[in-house]
């Protein structure tokens, strides 16, 4: 298995172990610095995903493929076929990692408008979000990690660019359909943006957009091992039996 990886998964059972929230920010920053340093190699992946690209009807415009989730964070690897997009969405009180790992991306972010000392409150009804658009990042595999708050950065989409493909590695915490408390789970959302009657940006909720789907990859057996021993380590047990 990679060391390195198995540095970056055991930095974010470190981050996001909720008894551990006084040095929280720090323990981001660490994280971030070292999934800043994260190749595809890193994760065995098979270098012929990222060129086997040619055009056809039965193919979705994504592929997706699972790292690791438990109920604090997940990791994943996504993989944008040529002139496609994940259109714009949402992180509910989420903190996110975006590391390229390979072609170009482009990552619009939005951030929501809240005074300083503003209370974040989650609606899971509202439709109608009053933004301020980010300068747009390019993500690279020689660029840092992209990085996203429950405050800051929030809602973003990501265009593949160039030729070829492009992919990229995030993590979320807590993941996608973990549990909100007085809300149920957390649902990714969809958005298109707009100028509301007084000019000022706002983003409106859309129903999930039908062009965007993804193709499953299969997570080769030494990522998978190497998830299986750090959640051990993580939870105190011992692992006996890795064959």
């Not at 030729?163 to 909100?180: E, H, K, Q, R, T």
């Not at 649902?187 to 509301?196: G, I, S, V």
């Given at each position: 298995m990679s060391a390195h990886f198995q540095c970056v998964l055991r930095q974010a059972f470190k981050t996001f172990q909720r008894d551990n929230l006084a040095s929280f920010n720090a323990n981001l920053q660490q994280l971030k610095q070292l999934t800043d340093q994260l190749t595809y190699r890193d994760?065995?992946?098979?270098?012929?995903?990222?060129r086997d690209d040619v055009p056809s009807i039965e193919?979705?415009?994504?592929?997706?493929?699972?790292i690791f989730e438990d109920e604090n964070f997940s990791m994943s690897l996504f993989i944008l076929r040529a002139n496609s997009c994940i259109p714009l969405h949402d992180h509910p009180v989420m903190y996110g990692l975006l590391r390229g790992l390979w072609g170009q991306l482009k990552v619009q972010s939005y951030t929501q408008q809240l005074g300083s000392q503003e209370s974040l409150v989650y609606d899971k009804n509202l439709t109608h979000i009053k933004v301020n658009a980010e300068e747009p990042?390019?993500?690279?595999?020689?660029?840092?990690?992209?990085?996203?708050?429950?405050?800051?950065?929030?809602?973003?989409?990501?265009?593949?660019?160039?030729?070829?493909?492009?992919?990229?590695?995030?993590?979320?915490?807590?993941?996608?359909?973990?549990?909100?408390?007085?809300?149920?789970?957390?649902?990714?959302?969809?958005?298109?943006?707009?100028?509301?009657?007084?000019?000022?940006?706002?983003?409106?909720?859309?129903?999930?957009?039908?062009?965007?789907?993804?193709?499953?990859?299969?997570?080769?057996?030494?990522?998978?091992?190497?998830?299986?021993?750090?959640?051990?380590?993580?939870?105190?047990?011992?692992?006996?039996?890795?064959?």
């Open positions: 994760l065995h992946i098979n270098e012929g995903l990222f193919r979705a415009p994504c592929i997706y493929m699972p990042s390019l993500i690279t595999a020689d660029t840092v990690s992209a990085l996203l708050t429950p405050r800051k950065r929030n809602y973003h989409q990501i265009t593949q660019l160039g030729s070829g493909v492009a992919a990229f590695f995030d993590i979320l915490s807590p993941p996608y359909d973990a549990n909100m408390p007085q809300y149920g789970p957390r649902r990714c959302r969809f958005y298109r943006p707009k100028t509301d009657v007084d000019g000022q940006m706002e983003l409106q909720r859309i129903p999930s957009p039908t062009s965007y789907y993804c193709d499953l990859a299969e997570t080769p057996d030494t990522v998978l091992k190497c998830g299986f021993i750090c959640a051990n380590e993580a939870h105190g047990s011992h692992v006996t039996d890795m064959q």
